[in-house]
């Protein structure tokens, strides 16, 4: 396949740090020690497979949000899986993983004298990137090389299931929807956001404003690099970027201090924002936020205009910390099943970029879907919006290509894309773009086709920002990091005030 990501998967003497990396930061590092992994798509399959998690580990990896469980007794490690695409994420990492992980004994020798010395130049690789690997492994790398110091050799099992994933989703929504407790909740004004889980409530909340001086003190002590870039933007007053730094440092402020998480739940939950989350299928919050939160609100982002909106505003913005792949489709056509007042549907979420940086903002207004060879276009709000003025790149009326996954792709592919002026590598767009075509015009199950979706009856908007530039550097080799939050925010800003602006109309 000679994957983009994976450059030198079949070269035995050259250690390829940028495809373990990346796969390591997306499986548990339980994933060292297991020699069955298993899929499973329903909580509900497992009885017929004698499975109880109850003595099972729950485990997590730095860079997925997916329900894993680890048994250390029989060395299984069982994934929920939501859709192909995890499927297709999760064999690749583990190809990459068991690949590179193999290489090992050869390169390092005595494993012993490896651990105690650490000469890195064995991989060759420098410093920085040994510390890079050792963050991946986590603080128990040492004994981790030590005792799992052989080849592995790891099986795959997909569990049978009765149900499809899209049944298992519905169910999984209509749950979560019975307990939001709001009167005639399915003919309310309802706006649908794909995005993080921290941006709107950061940006209607403000809580972080609220504590901003524990936040910069923790960031002066233990990060002060970052403390350094919070003073530069403080000294050229600017206000977008002290907002963006604020927003970016109270994340390790609440991983180091996750009493105050509790206590912006209570601040949201006051506000009228409620979030929910179910089980062990799907790994997905639901943030149910009023829009006349906003009225109540006193520290709401300043580069937010809400005068026009009414306290006795009734519509509801109804935000999902954003899916991989494929799912999105079955999220999105849960959600639309049985609503009869639509307003609009916007998407932010990550994307490599063909031609730009990392943190550029990518607007499309075409998409290539790989999976179905379907072609959709479609009128994006944002193509004609004039953002705040800003330190981002913003790339406007872009093409983008729906892909199956970050190890399925070559060199001569994106060539292919960026020849034919295709920027936008990414996973999530054109399964969106099918449910919106199902239930706005009547196309379901489409396969390579033109779909034009450009006279719909609901807005539409679409915004990524780029993670990285794989003809330059991948995921693997560099994270996007406070490259990525003045884009993240931006986009978010955006979307927030369209809906204002939108209903302020009315």
């Known amino acids: 396949m000679h994957s983009v990501m994976h450059k030198q998967a079949s070269h035995p003497d050259f250690f390829d740090y940028e495809a373990f990396t990346y796969a390591v930061n997306r499986l548990p590092i339980q994933i060292i020690d297991t020699s069955l992994a298993m899929f499973c798509k329903d909580e509900n399959d497992l009885k017929d497979h004698n499975i109880d998690l109850s003595s099972w580990q729950t485990v997590r990896s730095n860079?997925?949000?997916?329900?894993?469980?680890?048994?250390?007794?029989?060395?299984?490690?069982?994934?929920?899986?939501?859709?192909?695409?995890?499927?297709?994420?999760?064999?690749?990492?583990?190809?990459?993983?068991?690949?590179?992980?193999?290489?090992?004994?050869?390169?390092?020798?005595?494993?012993?004298?490896?651990?105690?010395?650490?000469?890195f130049d064995l991989?060759?690789?420098?410093?920085?990137?040994?510390?890079?690997?050792?963050?991946?492994?986590?603080?128990?790398?040492?004994?981790?090389?030590?005792?799992?110091?052989?080849?592995?050799?790891?099986?795959?099992?997909?569990?049978?299931?009765?149900?499809?994933?899209?049944?298992?989703?519905?169910?999984?929504?209509?749950t979560n929807q019975n307990r939001f407790l709001v009167d005639n909740f399915s003919n309310l004004p309802l706006y649908f956001v794909s995005s993080n889980s921290h941006g709107l409530v950061n940006i209607i909340g403000g809580f972080v404003n609220?504590?901003?001086?524990?936040?910069?003190?923790?960031?002066?002590?233990?990060?002060?690099?970052?403390?350094?870039?919070?003073?530069?933007?403080?000294?050229?007053?600017?206000?977008?970027?002290?907002?963006?730094?604020?927003?970016?440092?109270?994340?390790?402020f609440f991983t180091a201090n996750p009493i105050y998480l509790d206590k912006m739940a209570d601040y949201h939950q006051q506000l009228g924002i409620k979030t929910f989350s179910l089980g062990h299928t799907i790994p997905v919050k639901i943030q149910l936020i009023p829009l006349n939160c906003l009225t109540k609100s006193n520290f709401v982002d300043p580069f937010i205009n809400k005068s026009s909106l009414s306290q006795n505003n009734q519509a509801y913005i109804v935000n999902i910390n954003y899916p991989l792949g494929f799912m999105a489709h079955y999220l999105l056509n849960s959600f639309l099943e049985n609503k009869t007042n639509i307003k609009g549907i916007y998407v932010v979420g990550k994307a490599a970029i063909l031609s730009g940086d990392p943190g550029d903002m990518q607007i499309p207004s075409t998409v290539f879907d790989e999976r179905t060879n379907n072609v959709f276009s479609f009128n994006n709000y944002f193509n004609n919006q004039q953002f705040h003025p800003n330190l981002v790149n913003i790339h406007q009326n872009q093409k983008a290509i729906t892909v199956y996954g970050t190890f399925l792709e070559n060199l001569n592919q994106l060539q292919s894309y960026q020849?034919?002026?295709?920027?936008?590598?990414?996973?999530?767009?054109?399964?969106?773009?099918?449910?919106?075509?199902?239930?706005?015009?009547?196309?379901?199950?489409?396969?390579?086709?033109?779909?034009?979706?450009?006279e719909l009856k609901i807005d539409l908007g679409i915004i990524n920002y780029a993670s990285d530039n794989p003809l330059n550097q991948t995921l693997g080799a560099s994270n996007l990091g406070i490259r990525g939050i003045e884009s993240t925010y931006l986009s978010i800003l955006s979307v927030l005030q369209r809906i204002i602006d939108l209903e302020s109309l009315k």
Request: aromatic share 14%; hydrophobic share 35%; proline share 4%.
């Open 419 to 454: 020849k034919n002026n295709f920027n936008i590598i990414e996973m999530e767009s054109s399964p969106y773009l099918l449910s919106i075509a199902k239930f706005f015009k009547n196309i379901d199950k489409p396969r390579s086709q033109p779909i034009n979706l450009s």
């Open 63 to 119: 860079a997925r949000r997916r329900s894993t469980f680890f048994n250390p007794q029989t060395r299984q490690l069982l994934f929920f899986v939501n859709s192909k695409s995890d499927v297709d994420d999760i064999i690749n990492c583990l190809l990459a993983f068991q690949i590179e992980w193999n290489k090992l004994p050869k390169l390092i020798g005595d494993k012993t004298t490896f651990v105690t010395n650490e000469p």
């Open 210 to 252: 609220q504590i901003q001086d524990k936040v910069f003190n923790f960031i002066n002590e233990f990060h002060p690099h970052l403390y350094q870039d919070w003073q530069k933007a403080s000294q050229t007053q600017n206000q977008l970027r002290i907002n963006d730094l604020l927003y970016y440092c109270s994340s390790l």
């Open 123 to 174: 991989l060759g690789i420098d410093q920085n990137i040994w510390q890079k690997i050792k963050t991946s492994l986590g603080t128990n790398w040492q004994t981790l090389i030590s005792q799992n110091f052989s080849n592995t050799d790891i099986f795959v099992k997909q569990l049978k299931s009765r149900s499809t994933y899209q049944q298992v989703c519905t169910t999984w929504w209509q």
